[in-house]
């Protein structure tokens, strides 16, 4: 969107976390590169010297993908298991881990990729792309400990109590089908194609111990989470999450994302908690509104972002200001409803995405909106705080919350490690 | 859609020269134990068509095929004696694709089909081959071999009877013949398919084929189950005859190797999940889940056929695949009709989604079963 947005991501990381190889590097793996030899037997370390594009690192305290830097692309699955094995799930995650860790480096997945008489144990669609800026995710879902009642792995006892069922809001119309899973992965980069690649190669692993259950591709990020990126539109043409959690502000990571080392249960400590809805935008409706209408909906302008009654996008929102004994921000706009002041303070990491799943079979309206997805410490004082205040929002009147998902993000995991270990090992 | 069968050992190789072939032989790439003899041909098509002139010495071979023309010319194949025994299709102008086979001595051909020039060209073998099995190898080949010419002699009893109802104008009795006929078919379809021509007269659906050549089981079943008549199927029911006894004499002369074995089992669950879970197969019987059924039994033999195989080189594997194979048959349990399967029809997509999810998870590790087969 902006050169200094590029710029941004670029960059060396402040952790060092981007090891950008110099771009001529890519520029030699050109089309004509038989794929089968940027497949064979590359280590994560070769990659990283043959391939351009920044790297984020896969191993750390806290997983990849949530105070990383935005990507520009998104692609979200849910996974249900078919097993009733406690060991399969473990495997899968160790399997899991393990392909993630290559695939963030850029390398492909397996071992075996030359082999003419096997079909490949990567599928070779990001072979040549490096890694970039690939984060993958993982959380597990209510149903993994407790499914139709039954505790199929025996962990029924160590669910967080902040992994709750969400309560149905007002205007929900969420779809089961779009909603949920046993396992959640999240696969944000720079490029679509590795995006892709990796939930396909991961249900590739997956299969004969848990299918696909739903996926959402997002196209654009709606969210920062590092000062250093500039604020995106969604596709109401609005700034949204102007006051982010963002990467800097260490106190409100503390406080509102992370999981605490008092925090139960013990397995979850430097983890979080994941929110997702896929919000429809009509949008059809919403260009009929008048450009007053629209500020009026969302409590700021739309060229600059400002907050009503102020003139630039970082402009501290005044929730008390008046004009002729009116407020400047409505009461029922999203701004003033969404705020952590009208939520005993609730704060929610925002990472979300555009999406569109082309045209809506029924009304022939584009099928598109925000895919939201926030973390935070606990849904109960997060997400659900927030969204219970926005019973009233003046949005409500344009948008539907058509699919939904909570996951518990377990915390980071180590070269020798898998994530999930702290729940199953 | 053609599958090859006929599939065996290979290893990688480096691109191109121009209309013309160059051979070099090759160490074979880390992790496979690649024969000494292990030829690599490199061949450029072009619109003219094929290289008018190839000479390969026998053992396994791969062929490395590079497309430089405009896109008139997009496939390769090797026949021997007008059977397709290796081809690769769909080559994009500067793409290439490559295929592997094993090649006795002797005198071959190459097609190019829609080549100006040379839209066929000569293919030499020269010198010996050593294609020979080691006792447990030619012991699961001749399990497959024994299962292959009793699906063969079961599929021409039930063509002649299923024809016999046709030309009688019997329409009830040709519908319930018809599902007899299809089930030894299907259990056996890749290697039909290595034949050429003959798969598509046998079996394809409408739409295959330009509609003035269309025949064979689909176009009866279409007859029979749409229209309820038998009227102008009389002829077409003559060459299905015909070109199920000339199958049948085929079937003979197929060569087989373990390794290729196992991958026609992997192309017999790509068969249920590509045409059979989709409903597009039986599309007038609807009697998609007794050829899903007849894939799964035909893909359950060519495993079992090479089973003791990969029990010594990978057991944990074979014990995995043995499992997902019960699973595929518990899934089909419910969808049990008699001694056959309800239509299509009944099945709600929860159902389809559900069966297509055993058949990928017990195709994946299947499909790794062959690398295992070509090490000694």
Redesign the interface.
Same mark, same amino acid.
């Given at each position: 969107m902006s050169g200094r947005e590029h710029s941004a991501r670029a960059r060396p990381s402040r952790r060092g976390f981007l090891t950008a190889a110099g771009a001529g590097a890519l520029g030699a793996l050109t089309a004509?590169t038989?794929a089968?030899d940027l497949l064979?037997?590359a280590t994560p370390a070769a990659a990283d010297d043959a391939l351009a594009g920044a790297q984020v690192p896969f191993h750390g305290l806290h997983q990849a993908g949530i105070v990383t830097p935005a990507q520009d692309r998104l692609l979200f699955a849910t996974f249900d298991l078919?097993t009733n094995d406690r060991g399969d799930v473990v495997r899968l995650l160790q399997e899991w881990t393990r392909a993630a860790r290559r695939m963030t480096a850029g390398a492909p997945v397996g071992s075996?990729n030359?082999?003419?008489?096997?079909?490949p144990d990567d599928t070779g669609e990001a072979a040549g792309l490096g890694p970039a800026s690939l984060t993958v995710t993982f959380g597990v879902g209510g149903s993994l400990f407790r499914k139709d009642g039954v505790d199929r792995y025996g962990l029924a006892a160590r669910r967080p109590a902040a992994l709750v069922d969400l309560p149905e809001f007002a205007g929900d119309v969420v779809d089961p089908a779009r909603s949920d899973g046993d396992l959640a992965v999240q696969a944000c980069a720079d490029d679509p194609n590795v995006c892709f690649h990796a939930i396909r190669n991961l249900a590739?692993i997956a299969?004969?111990?848990a299918?696909l259950r739903w996926s959402q591709m997002g196209f654009g990020r709606t969210s920062s989470t590092d000062a250093t990126q500039e604020t995106p539109r969604n596709l109401m043409g609005f700034k949204d999450g102007t006051n982010n959690v963002v990467a800097e502000d260490t106190d409100a990571l503390r406080s509102s994302v992370w999981v605490g080392a008092a925090d139960d249960p013990a397995w979850m400590r430097d983890g979080s908690y994941m929110v997702v809805r896929r919000i429809r935008m009509l949008l059809e409706v919403w260009d009929r509104s008048t450009l007053a209408d629209q500020q009026l909906t969302i409590g700021r302008t739309k060229t600059a972002g400002a907050p009503l009654g102020a003139r630039r996008e970082h402009d501290a929102v005044d929730l008390d200001a008046t004009s002729d004994g009116d407020p400047v921000i409505p009461v029922d706009a999203h701004i003033r409803l969404a705020a952590p002041s009208e939520a005993e303070g609730a704060r929610l990491l925002r990472r979300g995405y555009s999406f569109t799943d082309g045209i809506d079979p029924v009304t022939n309206q584009l099928d598109a909106g925000l895919f939201f997805v926030a973390f935070q410490r606990d849904p109960r004082t997060g997400f659900v705080r927030v969204q219970q205040n926005l019973a009233t929002d003046a949005l409500n009147e344009y948008i539907r919350h058509t699919g939904s998902g909570v996951f518990a993000i377990p915390p980071g995991t180590t070269p020798t490690g898998f994530v999930g270990e702290t729940l199953l090992a | 859609m053609k599958v090859r069968l006929l599939r065996a050992?290979? &290893?990688?190789t &480096?691109?191109v020269g121009a209309t013309t072939a160059a051979v070099t032989g090759t160490a074979g790439? *880390?992790?496979?134990l690649v024969p000494a003899k292990h030829t690599n041909v490199k061949v450029t098509i072009d619109d003219d068509g094929c290289p008018a002139k190839l000479t390969v010495p026998a053992g396994p071979a791969?062929f490395k095929v590079s497309n430089e023309g405009d896109g008139s010319v997009s496939e390769f194949e090797v026949l021997s004696d007008g059977r397709i025994i290796g081809e690769v299709e769909n080559i994009a102008p500067g793409l290439h694709g490559?295929f592997?086979l094993t090649l006795k001595p002797g005198a071959y051909s190459t097609k190019c089909p829609g080549g100006s020039e040379h839209e066929t060209g000569k293919l030499t073998v020269t010198g010996t081959a050593d294609t020979k099995l080691t006792p447990s190898q030619q012991s699961s080949v001749d399990t497959y071999r024994t299962y292959l010419e009793d699906q063969t002699a079961q599929l021409v009893t039930a063509t002649d009877a299923f024809v016999a109802a046709v030309k009688a104008g019997n329409v009830d009795l040709a519908k319930q013949l018809y599902a007899a006929a299809r089930i030894p078919y299907e259990r056996i379809e890749p290697v039909a398919e290595t034949f050429g021509d003959l798969d598509p007269k046998i079996d394809a659906r409408k739409g295959d084929v330009p509609d003035k050549e269309w025949g064979g089981f689909h176009k009866i079943e279409q007859a029979l189950f749409v229209g309820n008549t038998t009227d102008g199927m009389s002829d077409v029911a003559t060459e299905l005859q015909a070109d199920v006894a000339t199958l049948a004499n085929l079937m003979g002369s197929v060569e087989l190797q373990p390794?290729a074995v196992a991958n026609g089992a992997v192309e017999l669950l790509n068969e249920v999940s590509a045409s059979k879970i989709t409903g597009e197969e039986e599309r007038y019987s609807r009697l998609d889940l007794v050829d899903f059924a007849a894939n799964v039994e035909g893909a359950r033999a060519a495993f079992d056929a090479v089973k003791p195989l990969l029990t010594g080189k990978n057991a944990a594997l074979a014990s /995995?695949i043995g499992t997902?194979f019960g699973a595929v048959d518990a899934a089909l349990v419910p969808y049990r009709a008699g001694t056959s399967y309800v239509l299509y029809t009944s099945l709600a997509p929860s159902d389809t989604k559900s069966l297509s /999810?055993v058949i990928?998870?017990?195709a994946?590790?299947l499909?790794?079963v *062959?690398?295992h087969l070509?090490k000694q």
């Open positions: 004509g038989v089968g064979s037997g078919t075996d030359a082999d003419l008489d096997a079909p590739r299969r004969g111990t299918v | 050992l290979s &290893v990688a &480096v691109v790439t *880390a992790g496979a791969t490559s592997s390794a /995995q997902r /999810q990928d998870a017990l994946e590790p499909s790794t *062959a690398k070509v």
